[in-house]
Nanobody
């Protein structure tokens, strides 16, 4: 029943900006850490940014200063604002959410969205 759905990807020129959204829907008890990852053709999936339930953030080194991760707990949504985009940022961007489905679950599980494609090109 739980769904993780990304949106906001598309074609953008180098130096441009995009704002990605990830909405977690369905029946859940608590939403813990959330994050954004990306996978370019021929490469491994890598971290972009994460944000804890308390608001602490972590960024991949190559994107520091160019991206901002944030969350709206009331909407079960995490955002990724990306600025000064480069062609090498082209990738499928995936949302990850650690979800506790019910009160008796002491751990929670990581759920992945299907991704949204970001293409940075002239």
């Amino acid at each position: 029943q739980v769904q993780v759905v990304e949106s906001g990807g598309g074609l953008v020129q180098p130096g441009g900006s995009l704002r990605l959204s990830c909405v977690v829907s369905g029946s859940l008890f608590r939403l813990n850490d959330m994050g954004w990852y990306r996978q370019a053709p021929g490469k491994q999936r890598e971290l972009v940014a994460t944000v804890t339930s308390g608001g602490s953030t972590n960024y991949e080194d190559s994107m520091k200063g160019r991206v901002t991760i944030s969350r709206d707990n009331a909407k079960n949504t995490v955002y990724l604002q990306m600025n000064s985009l480069k062609p090498e940022d082209t990738a499928v961007y995936y949302c990850n959410a650690e979800i506790v489905l019910y009160a008796g679950d002491p751990y929670g599980f990581k759920y992945w969205g299907k991704g949204t494609l970001v293409t940075v090109s002239s």
